[in-house]
């Protein structure tokens, strides 16, 4: 999110503390949308990656001129503005023996995202893993009633290659040694490889779907779980859950999401996105080793569901298949997490972030195929269509103990609250970048303060009057997928331009085409879904 692209010079060291380049030297570089921005780098000079000259320590060298009116320190040196609490920042960075600093857009210092360019391969690991594995997850094991055992667990391991390379795609595009520049937001990468308007309509609805949909359902989930955790809780003793009614939960849950928002940057949220990361392992593990241990339901079956017509059927096979596309997600937040991390031509970023997704996904495909596979092995036909964790309230709420109930409840609850922060974090860094690019200063806390607790409380506001909003899921989820399984192919084709008719160019083609064919037929299938069966529209009414 946002318009600002990370560009970097050709010569770090060609001045001293006490020299800048004027804005007309062959050393100093613009983004591509400033309007005196002239040329490619001068060939023979060498370009080198950089995190921002703001950040990384207290005291940097200045090598850029900030824009017009901005507030910045004079002399020669500026202070970092890095607000990131020391116990969440890593302890030791090679940023400082690895890189050479160089002219990149100094706004970039003053937004969230690329803050602090302090970040490691375990920090990746925590945003990707949390950002990753989530509460769709729980509704695996429904696709499989509909595709059955074999082409569920094909369905399920092909997405799961498909994504994963996906990813790899997009941190090597990332940084392109060839202009110099490092895409630190999805958005900005799709106007660089499709063109600015195209790349905006494109992708813009996608990723703001992806990002305020995401902390919409997490304050729809949170709020509901909260409840049913004092249930669990409280049964039996004298404090009563009813008392509350259901958008007073909404709002106590809205009021701890905003409070945890305050945190000012991508990598402050390291150890909120790690403790969301184990509470998303904590509690899809112990739902389906529960459902396990407690056996299959008497007359379960596993024979795929077939009702009603040939095109009724069609659609069901096609909203499995979006269950499954919709199990992964945070492809949208990969070059933002990427862009919190120092790099250099020796220690380019793409090695560290590519190490921490690895563990991510591998711990992911250890926590969704046991869920898929043993959610489906207990229940078959039996699981309701909202998933395991209503299976497990429904069917095991008598012969399980209270103690185990709650805490699944509990580890749901947090992994809301986390998985809120990071993907808010987009939408903060784009609310930022609007005022920074009007007022040429970087937001003052309280700025920033109100503006955050101003989307939170709007995304409960949306939670509470559109609480159908979930039924439209599949509609415009499907708008959303060629974020995840087709743009970056595209992206790769027209940065990278391998050969072509190369192996390469054949297999980005293919996967391309076919997400884009899946998006349509999951649009066609949502649509199907809103005529057919119809929508409730009960505004201001949650359940």
Known sequence: MGDMIDQVGSNPNAFGPSQR?????????????????????IAGHEITFSSSPFVGSPDRLMTSIPPSGARTPNSNYIKSRNLTPKFLTPLASFSKHALHLTKMDPTDAWLPITESRNGNAYYAGFHTLCAGIGIQALVLPVAFTILGWAWGVITLTLAFIWQLYTLYLLVNLHESPELGVRYSRYMQLAKAAFGVRLGRILAKLSIVYLS??????????????????????????????????????????????????????????????????????????????????????????????????????????LNALGIISFAFRGH???????????TSKAHPSTVPMWKGIKVSYALVAICLFPLAIGGYWAYGHLIPPSGML???????????????????????????????QIYGMP?????????????KKPCSW????????????????????????????????????????????????????????????????????????????????????VIHDGIKFNFFKPV
């Not at 937040?333 to 990427?338: G, K, P, S, T």
């Open 390 to 420: 209503t299976a497990l309230f429904v069917y095991h709420s008598q012969d399980v103990a209270k103690s185990v109930l709650g805490l699944t409840s509990l580890l749901v609850i947090i992994n809301a609250l986390t998985s809120f």
């Open 21 to 41: 380049p004027p804005h007309d030297s062959p050393s100093f570089s613009l983004p591509p949308d400033h309007p005196q921005s002239t040329t490619e780098p």
């Open 212 to 317: 305020v949909g995401t902390c919409i359902a997490c304050i729809i989930i949170g709020s509901s779980t909260l409840k049913i955790f004092f249930l669990v809780v409280c049964a039996g003793g004298d404090c009563n859950p009813e008392k509350l009614t259901v958008v007073e939960w909404y709002l106590v849950f809205t009021c701890g999401v905003v409070i945890l928002s305050q945190l000012p940057n991508l990598n402050s949220i390291a150890g909120v996105s790690l403790i969301g990361a184990v509470t998303a392992l904590g509690y899809c593990s112990t739902i389906w080793v529960v459902s396990v241990a407690k056996g299959r339901l008497p007359n379960v079956s596993y024979n795929p569901v077939r009702v009603g017509s040939g095109v009724t059927r069609f659609f069901d096979v």
């Open 446 to 529: 309280w700025h920033r303060t109100i503006m955050r607790a101003l989307f939170g409380f709007t995304c409960f506001f949306l939670a509470v009057t559109i609480p159908f909003l979930a039924n439209l899921a599949g509609l415009v989820g499907g708008m959303a997928l060629p974020v995840t399984l087709a743009y970056p192919c595209f992206m790769w084709l027209r940065i990278k331009k391998p050969k072509v008719y190369s192996p390469i160019w054949w297999l980005n083609w293919t996967l391309g085409v076919l997400g884009m064919i899946l998006s349509g037929l999951l649009i066609s299938a949502g649509v199907y879904v």
């Open 427 to 439: 939408t903060f860094d784009e609310m930022e970048s609007v005022y920074v690019k009007r007022y």
């Open 332 to 342: 949208n937040l990969v070059l933002e997490i990427q862009a919190t991390m120092p």
